[in-house]
């Protein structure tokens, strides 16, 4: 089990904001949108990313198709994510195991 941290530092990091699965999706401009004007910590909820932690979106518009840039990401590096399971897509696929 990775026991990765929800928090500001890492959200910073995450390379989901710059993905072209999600930069289609109007769901999670919003979201990001929101984040964006929010005072205070956000929750997995709040953010259109860090989905290896949070799981699969709920947003109905990604494209599946786009390069998943979570190999780019130092938390994937960090937390060796490319040896556990799924493979990134964790939008889609659900959370780091
Ligand atoms: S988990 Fe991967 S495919 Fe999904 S938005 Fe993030 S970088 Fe893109
Ligand atoms: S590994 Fe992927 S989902 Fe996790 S923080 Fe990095 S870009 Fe975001």
Redesign the pocket.
């Given at each position: 089990m990775v026991n990765i941290e929800f928090n500001n530092e890492n959200i910073e990091k995450?390379?989901?904001?710059c993905?072209?699965?999600?930069a289609v999706s109007k769901c999670?401009y919003e979201k990001l949108d929101k984040l964006q004007k929010m005072s205070g910590n956000p929750g997995p909820d709040d953010v259109?990313?860090m989905?290896?932690v949070s799981g699969k979106?709920e947003c109905d518009d990604?494209n599946?198709e786009?390069?998943?840039?979570?190999p780019k990401?130092e938390v994937w590096k960090e937390y060796n994510l490319g040896e556990g399971e799924p493979a990134?897509?964790?939008?889609?696929n659900g959370k780091a195991k």
């Open positions: 995450c390379r989901c904001p993905c072209s699965v999600q999670a259109p990313g989905y290896c979106t990604f599946p786009g390069e998943c840039q979570c990401c990134g897509y964790f939008c889609q």
